[in-house]
């Protein structure tokens, strides 16, 4: 089946510090979404970026949809970064999104 | 902004009752779905709905799953006899395209607890 990993599975940063979280999937991608799981659970939408980059503040990503990957970038992170980050991938002609395993980010002050 | 909204945002409910989880998805959204991610594990898919009909369903979609779309506003999630591993945040989910275009936005989920 179409597998979705996410690296690294755990970040530890300082505040201020730069990250990149990636993302591989093993199909062709139709849609490609970065999501932001804040403490209490909710699933915040990042980007939707199933080819090229994109910029929203802090934030940027990358889809590179030849070889599969996507990059999300967090410049300058605070604390309240912190949470899991998820990309989430679909392929071919299914609906359904297929969710990575996500990265566990921690910002320290 | 638009938004998906669910209701409601916790619920705790004895082993073998049955459940409902409601949501109300972007107005001009076409497709519907529910996810849910057992705790400290990754988002599943579970069903996807079009034009008043499933169009997808995930193995975990089994006979004690059903969905509906009761009115042109709300999108709801039965669960006839719920079991202790169905405990769970469940996630609504709205596009306005399908067959793998479109961006899926959630709303906040609920959280099941089953005791």
């Known amino acids: 089946g179409i597998q979705v990993e996410q690296s690294p599975p755990d970040l530890i940063l300082q505040e201020g510090a730069n990250s990149t979280l990636r993302c591989n999937f093993s199909?062709?991608?139709?849609?490609l979404q970065w999501f932001h799981q804040n403490p209490w659970g909710q699933l915040i939408n990042l980007f939707y970026i199933p080819s090229g980059t994109k910029q929203n503040g802090r934030l940027s990503a990358t889809t590179v949809a030849t070889e599969r990957y996507s990059l999300l970038y967090i410049s300058s992170s605070q604390t309240t970064d912190s949470g899991v980050y998820f990309c989430?991938?679909?392929?071919?002609?299914?609906?359904?999104?297929?969710f990575g395993t996500g990265t566990l980010l921690a910002v320290q002050p | 902004e638009p938004e998906v909204t669910q209701t409601p945002s916790h619920q705790v409910t004895q082993m073998g009752q049955e459940v409902i989880l409601r949501c109300v998805p972007i107005?001009?959204?076409?497709?519907f779905y529910w996810y849910r991610q057992i705790l400290g594990q990754k988002v599943e898919f579970l069903v996807s709905?079009?034009?008043?009909?499933?169009?997808?369903k995930s193995e975990i979609f089994d006979d004690q799953f059903s969905v509906e779309r009761p009115d042109g506003s709300n999108f709801t999630l039965k669960i006839r006899s719920t079991k202790l591993e169905d405990s769970a945040m469940y996630f609504c989910?709205?596009?306005?395209?399908?067959?793998?275009?479109?961006?899926?936005?959630f709303g906040q989920g609920t959280r099941l607890t089953v005791v």
């Open positions: 107005s001009n959204h076409l497709y």
């Open positions: 989430a991938f679909r392929g071919g002609a299914t609906n359904k999104l297929i």
């Open positions: 199909d062709s991608v139709n849609n």
């Open positions: 709905f079009y034009n008043n009909e499933i169009s997808e």
């Open positions: 989910a709205s596009s306005e395209r399908g067959r793998g275009r479109g961006e899926a936005f």
